[in-house]
T-cell receptor, first 113, second 114 residues
Framework: QKEVEQDPGPLSVPEGAIVSLNCTYS??????FMWYRQYSRKGPELLMY????GNKEDGRFTAQVDKSSKYISLFIRDSQPSDSATYLC?????????????FGSGTRLQVQP | DAGVIQSPRHEVTEMGQEVTLRCKPI?????LFWYRQTMMRGLELLIY????????DSGMPEDRFSAKMPNASFSTLKIQPSEPRDSAVYFC????????????FGPGTRLLVL
């Protein structure tokens, strides 16, 4: 079993829809949680960064972390065609001193105009 | 800032040849990471450096892979000899103090081994 599970999609939604992307993980020691967006043939770019449980909002994006359920989510409001990309969740256990990120496999999102 | 720079962007080579991938991290960043991305395995860490010193190379697949960081502004990932199963996109990323765990990725090198 992978440490981080993510539905690969593709997820297709109409423009303006609310999108929900999710990851589950097995390592309860993960402390920092990130969402990266990756456009086709580009490198991943950081979208959201959260520490421990709770919500964080940035414009149309909201990240949620539920450590008790080992579940994280990214919500995109008023989705736009420009949001079409692969979304990768990532997490890190700083308790080990290790700086490496563990990534989900990515969910491919298509927003139809 | 120019961001993380990788070269070449594309590489096509024949099995058995040596391949060298290059990375220039963001100036001032003290961590450098090499990742590999494939459809089957997703994004996997190969190795990372802190202040030019390799810290964790547990993701390096085998002895055919080697990485160096001779100075703070340059790193190489070498595959010798290359095999078709090494075909993937190789990303370099860097991070620095004051930005927590934020890693900034380069555009990647798309490697095809025939």
């Amino acid at each position: 079993q992978k440490e981080v599970e993510q539905d690969p999609g593709p997820l297709s939604v109409p423009e303006g829809a609310i999108v929900s992307l999710n990851c589950t993980y097995s390592n309860s020691a993960f402390q920092y949680f990130m969402w990266y967006r990756q456009y086709s043939r580009k490198g991943p770019e950081l979208l959201m960064y959260t520490y421990s449980s709770g919500n964080k909002e940035d414009g149309r994006f909201t990240a949620q972390v539920d450590k008790s359920s080992k579940y994280i989510s990214l919500f995109i409001r008023d989705s736009q065609p420009s949001d079409s990309a692969t979304y990768l969740c990532a997490m890190i256990d700083r308790g080990t001193g290790r700086r490496a990120l563990t990534f989900g496999s990515g969910t491919r999102l298509q927003v139809q105009p | 800032d120019a961001g993380v720079i990788q070269s070449p962007r594309h590489e096509v080579t024949e099995m058995g040849q040596e391949v060298t991938l290059r990375c220039k991290p963001i100036s001032g960043h003290d961590y450098l990471f090499w990742y590999r991305q494939t459809m089957m395995r997703g994004l996997e860490l190969l190795i990372y450096f802190n202040n030019n010193v390799p810290i964790d190379d547990s993701g390096m697949p085998e002895d055919r892979f080697s990485a160096k960081m001779p100075n703070a502004s340059f790193s190489t990932l070498k595959i010798q000899p290359s095999e078709p199963r090494d075909s993937a996109v190789y990303f370099c990323a860097s991070s620095g103090r004051g930005r927590g765990e934020t890693q900034y990725f380069g555009p990647g090198t798309r490697l095809l081994v025939l």
